[in-house]
């Protein structure tokens, strides 16, 4: 099977209402989205997302994802979808690093791949593990009551694991809003605090032994990894990091210097799915539990990290998020990945991806390689 097509289409997402993380720091209203249809001489067609959470939260923005592909797609036609790893050489041959720029494009090979043998993407990356997906919500930063106010808004769905988001220089404000959500935490949920790399240590270290007696976990409390050892050696809860992990490089370091004992590997942020893979691989061989997410998109990106959190055992699995239940429109009505009403979501068992999005929705493509 060779790769005859590339077509890449360009959509914009609004959300429903403005994000905003700690101290009004990235907020945005809309979402800048890439879709990768790949097109196989024997007549399948891959498709893929390619979504930042917008251009303010990390070096990664929409139309950087289609510049690249101006490189990357005509060094992929002719190529064979199923050979992951060598189309991943090949990408970082042409274009070294841009890491995020690359994920459509090894998701929609995925997808093809997947279609070719007919199973889905799970199953491919090592197995699927049946039991549906937690999904975190995620909590804007706001008083301990309004952050309370919408934490019940998501409950009223079926949500029982929360992204809560923290990270002020205000570190006594910080310690109210996690004592407060703790003490109304319901059975059964899982709170985390996520500080998007919002504190410096001494803040960090601060707050988190201001609740050294709770029991909570934290996500990415420093803007860098050395900042975060530095508060792991300080410190007693589980520390998460997704924000610094975008290579193998940087999973190898977490789990070596113990830096965290939870990672959120965010599959388009990384590469795609093989590079997801590799890092899943270390993490699992070093004892750590998973978030795994997309940092955005519609439904289509929803459902490609949900092809890797359902190859993660359940017990080792803490949840996914489904950026598509923000969005005020939708690239596949009724279908991909969705709340089944219970806070969970599945990947579907069709083969490949299991979703594509509605060409209505995209349009006509920006570019067409072939
Ligand atoms: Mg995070």
Redesign the pocket.
């Known amino acids: 099977m060779k790769i005859r097509r590339i077509s890449v289409y360009h959509q914009t997402a609004p959300l429903t209402r403005p994000y905003k993380l700690s101290g009004g720091r990235l907020r945005f209203e809309e979402l800048d989205c890439t879709f990768v249809k790949m097109e196989s001489d024997t007549g399948l067609i891959g498709w893929a997302e390619g979504t930042p959470w917008g251009h303010t939260y990390l070096p990664a923005h929409g139309a950087g994802i289609r510049a690249a592909a101006e490189l990357l797609a005509p060094a992929l036609l002719g190529e064979d979808p199923r050979q992951l790893d060598r189309i991943n050489r090949l990408m970082d041959l042409t274009l070294p690093g841009h890491n995020y720029a690359k994920s459509a494009l090894d998701i929609a090979c995925w997808d093809l791949f997947g279609q070719s043998v007919e199973l889905p993407i799970a199953e491919l990356l090592g197995g699927r593990y049946e039991e549906p997906v937690p999904i975190a919500s995620s909590i804007s930063t706001d008083t301990p009551d309004g952050m309370l106010a919408e934490i019940n808004l998501y409950r009223d769905t079926g949500y029982y694991v929360h ?1 809560v988001k923290v990270g002020g220089s205000d570190t006594d404000l910080d310690i109210q809003r996690i004592r407060h959500l703790k003490a109304n935490e319901r059975p059964g949920e899982f709170i985390f605090y ?1 500080v ?1 790399r919002a504190w410096t240590p001494a803040e960090a270290i601060t707050v988190m032994n201001g609740v050294a007696d709770l029991p909570v976990t934290f ?2 409390p420093c803007e860098t990894l050395d900042q975060c050892a530095q508060v792991r050696a300080l410190t007693r809860q589980p520390i998460s990091l ?2 610094r992990l975008e290579t193998e490089g940087d999973m190898l370091r977490i789990a070596s210097q113990h830096i965290g004992e939870v990672v ?1 590997i965010k599959v388009n942020r990384v590469g795609g799915l093989t590079k997801a893979k590799r890092i899943r691989d270390i993490a699992l061989a070093s004892g750590f539990k998973f978030l795994i997410m997309e940092s955005g998109g519609t439904a289509v990106a929803d459902t490609q990290a949900l092809q890797l959190a359902q190859s993660i055992p359940t017990e080792l699995r803490l949840g996914t998020w489904l950026c598509q239940e923000m969005l005020s429109v939708d690239s596949a009505p009724g279908r991909g990945a969705r709340n089944n009403g219970r806070g969970e979501s599945s990947a579907p068992v069709l083969p490949g991806l299991g979703v594509s999005p509605d060409e209505d929705f995209l349009g006509d493509p920006v570019a067409v390689y072939e």
């Open positions: 992204s996520d998007n996500e990415q997704d924000e959120n």
